[in-house]
C-alpha cells in the first residue's frame, strides 16, 4: 500500500494548494487560475474544475480567506504556522474517532467491550496528533512556487 492511500484526492489538491498559498508573503493573493497552472506543474491531468472545489470547501471551512473583485484571490485563513495538516485533515476528509471504523454497520454492537477498537482508536489518536504537530509552514518551505526551467534544446 502507497502512503498516499490514507488520503482522497481532494486532500491532496487541498494541501498541495495550501501549501503553494502559504509561500506567498503576507498580503499577497493567489488567483484560482495560477493555483492550477502551478497544480498542472505537478500533475498535469489535474482538474481546474475539481481545484475550485476544494477552494471553495477550504475557503468555507475558513482555511482560505476569499478576496472578491478584480484583483481578488485567495489568501490563508491565518498565519501558516497555525494551520496543521490535522486541520486540514479534519475538513477535508472529517474525522470520527468515536465511531468504529472496523464495524460493517453504523453502530458497532460491542462498542464498549471491543479490545481491537480500543487499540485502533489508539493509533489514530497517535496518528492524528502527528498530523497535528506538522503545519502549513513547514510544508511550505520545500515547494518551489515557480516552475522548474526546463533547459533548451540546442
Not at 127 to 132: D, K, N, P, R
Request: with cysteine; charged share 25%; proline share 4%.
Amino acid at each position: 500500500m502507497a502512503s498516499g492511500q490514507f488520503f482522497s484526492q481532494r486532500f491532496s489538491y487541498g494541501l498541495h494548494a495550501m501549501a503553494y498559498i502559504a509561500t506567498k508573503p503576507a498580503g499577497e493573493l493567489t488567483t484560482l487560475p495560477e493555483l492550477a497552472a502551478w497544480m498542472t506543474t505537478i500533475w498535469p491531468s489535474s482538474s481546474d474544475t475539481y481545484l475550485s472545489n476544494v477552494v471553495q470547501r477550504m475557503a468555507r471551512g475558513r482555511l482560505l480567506r476569499s478576496h472578491r473583485g478584480i484583483a481578488g484571490g485567495y489568501s490563508l485563513g491565518r498565519p501558516a504556522d497555525k494551520i496543521s495538516v490535522r486541520d486540514l485533515v479534519e475538513l477535508l476528509e472529517g474525522i470520527e474517532t468515536d465511531r468504529c471504523s472496523l464495524s460493517l454497520d453504523d453502530e458497532c454492537p460491542i462498542v464498549s467491550n471491543c479490545s481491537i477498537r480500543r487499540k485502533m482508536s489508539k493509533l489514530e489518536e497517535a496518528f492524528l496528533a502527528s498530523l497535528a504537530g506538522l503545519t502549513l509552514d513547514e510544508l511550505a518551505k520545500d515547494i518551489r512556487a515557480t516552475p522548474q526551467k526546463t533547459k533548451a534544446k540546442t
